[in-house]
């Protein structure tokens, strides 16, 4: 079954590279028709790309959340997937194929570099742990989704000032409706990483006896949740709007990035299962 799971673990990357391809000749096109078929491509993508997970999790015997490229598996899931319920309360759902490009480099990245032998562990089969996990990454990808319409925000924003639209900019949503959208995954990102982080509070009293181990992504997690929460409602508070609340959210998002690559060198971390 492991075999299989590799040949499925590969296939997949290339089963993003095509949906990419669509959406592209979908984006640049004028068939309208097709446009409508992009959520029923991605859904199907979706479905796939959870075939993939649970086979893994069969082949591996444990729940496929205990290794970082699992995490970036489900990452890369959690990214297409919010996206999509994102966008569908939205007419202008251009934005789908930049995320669909993010997630297809994060799973490459992770299908190159799954690990296939895994050391048993009880955690590893709690399905309460891999809520944690889920949650956790469902509010990583809703953080990072932000940034991207934040990202699209300030280029478009960019380009109206200097009277430069091309048909990338032609296609993307107004700056109106990427500014609500990077807001709402902002509080989609805060409410599910803060559930992950109780549950994952709940899980270290369990574990280790304590609800507040002195472990570095316990830290780090309720450190990067404080500070988007504290940024939102500042913002709420002054009124920040428009490039400003773009700029934070990059700059947030900027600082996860850099901090969650310091993390992922500290061996010191009971977040190691291998």
């Known amino acids: 079954m492991i075999s299989i799971s590799q040949i499925i673990s590969f296939l997949l990357p290339a089963c993003y590279l095509i949906v990419i391809v669509l959406n592209a000749y979908i984006f640049f096109g004028r068939n309208k028709k097709l446009e409508n078929t992009i959520p029923y491509v991605i859904l199907s993508l979706i479905c796939f790309h959870v075939f993939h997970i649970v086979f893994r999790g069969i082949a591996i015997n444990a729940l496929p959340v205990a290794t970082k490229m699992d995490a970036l598996s489900l990452l890369a899931?959690?990214?297409i997937s919010l996206i999509l319920i994102i966008e569908m309360s939205s007419e202008?759902?251009?934005s789908i194929l930049f995320a669909v490009i993010l997630s297809f480099i994060i799973q490459i990245f992770s299908s190159l570099f799954y690990s296939w032998k895994l050391v048993p562990h009880p955690l590893l089969v709690n399905p309460l742990y891999a809520i944690h996990v889920?949650?956790?990454i469902l509010g990583y990808s809703a953080i990072s989704i932000s940034a991207l319409y934040a990202l699209l925000y300030i280029m478009l924003n960019h380009n109206i000032k200097h009277h430069r639209l091309g048909v990338v900019y032609e296609k993307?949503?107004?700056?109106?409706n990427l500014e609500r959208l990077s807001i709402r995954s902002v509080q989609i990102g805060i409410i599910t990483l803060g559930l992950g982080i109780i549950l994952g509070h709940l899980q270290a009293k369990e574990v280790l006896g304590t609800y507040w181990p002195i472990d570095p992504k316990v830290i780090y997690n309720n450190i990067i949740w404080f500070g988007y929460f504290?940024?939102?409602v500042i913002a709420q508070i002054y009124k920040w709007r428009g490039r400003w609340m773009a700029y934070l959210a990059m700059a947030g998002f900027v600082i996860l990035i850099f901090t969650n690559?310091?993390?992922i060198f500290i061996e010191n971390t009971f977040?190691?299962?291998q």
């Open 77 to 79: 899931l959690a990214v």
């Open 92 to 94: 202008n759902r251009s």
């Open 134 to 136: 889920v949650l956790t």
């Open 172 to 176: 993307l949503p107004p700056l109106r």
């Open 230 to 232: 504290l940024g939102l």
């Open 261 to 263: 690559i310091m993390i």
């Open 271 to 273: 977040h190691q299962f």
